[in-house]
């Protein structure tokens, strides 16, 4: 069975500095890995995702994330952050078929001005 | 397209009351998946589904029933509702073909008293 951590609860950042939000899985095979994001009472928007190929993926509003099977990780970066990107950023892993997708428990991501 | 469409917005029950959580998806997916979002904890995966008469238990299926007599629809069932209950639900569904992410529905608000 798969799992996934996100050990960072919350993360404040400046307005232009850049942003990593960490993700860790466990996974017995190759994973399919995503990145949501969820403004306050709003739902899941996907930011990207990764199945096979090329590690470092890009997403949508400037988001990228790097798969890196060695470490286990699937990290979201971004070189410089917006007001509008505060929000939960949600990390999870697919099973072989990605019919079984399981969450991390999120990271908080506010923005100082 | 109507995409994932989850009835109701919200509910508040009573504590051992019955309710079923309606799921629908217009897009002829395979997969489809019932979550729970409580604060701190992300979305917690309770029951999945890869095709009308299969299901399968998530993460935390306990108190919850599903079923999936056809492809586009997967209820889920709460026979006695209890407070630690009281949550957000998202219903997900996806493709099985090719690299598809999951389309979310825009949640169940459901408070249990």
């Known amino acids: 069975a798969q799992s996934v951590t996100q050990p960072d609860i919350h993360i404040t950042v400046s307005e232009g500095a850049s942003l990593e939000l960490r993700c860790n899985y466990s996974y017995g095979a190759t994973p399919y890995l995503f990145w949501y994001v969820q403004s306050p009472g709003q739902g899941l928007q996907l930011l990207l995702k990764y199945f096979s190929g090329d590690t470092l993926v890009q997403g949508i509003k400037g988001f990228e994330a790097e798969f890196k099977r060695s470490q286990s990780s699937f990290n979201l970066r971004k070189p410089s952050v917006h007001w509008s990107d505060a929000a939960e950023y949600f990390c999870a892993v697919g099973d072989s078929s990605a019919s079984k997708i399981i969450f991390g428990s999120g990271t908080r991501l506010s923005i100082r001005p | ?113």
């Open chain 2, 1 to 113: 397209n109507a995409g994932v469409t989850q009835t109701p917005k919200f509910q508040v029950l009573k504590t051992g009351q019955s309710m079923t959580l309606q799921c629908a998806q217009d897009m002829n997916h395979e997969y489809m998946s019932w979550y729970r979002q409580d604060p701190g904890m992300g979305l917690r995966l309770i029951h999945y589904s890869v095709g009308a008469g299969i299901t399968d238990q998530g993460e935390v299926p306990n108190g919850y029933n599903v079923s999936r007599s056809t492809t586009e629809d997967f209820p889920l069932r709460l026979l006695s509702a209890a407070p630690s209950q009281t949550s957000v639900y998202f219903c997900a569904s996806r493709s099985q073909a090719g690299n598809q992410p999951q389309h979310f529905g825009d949640g169940t608000r459901l408070s249990i008293l």
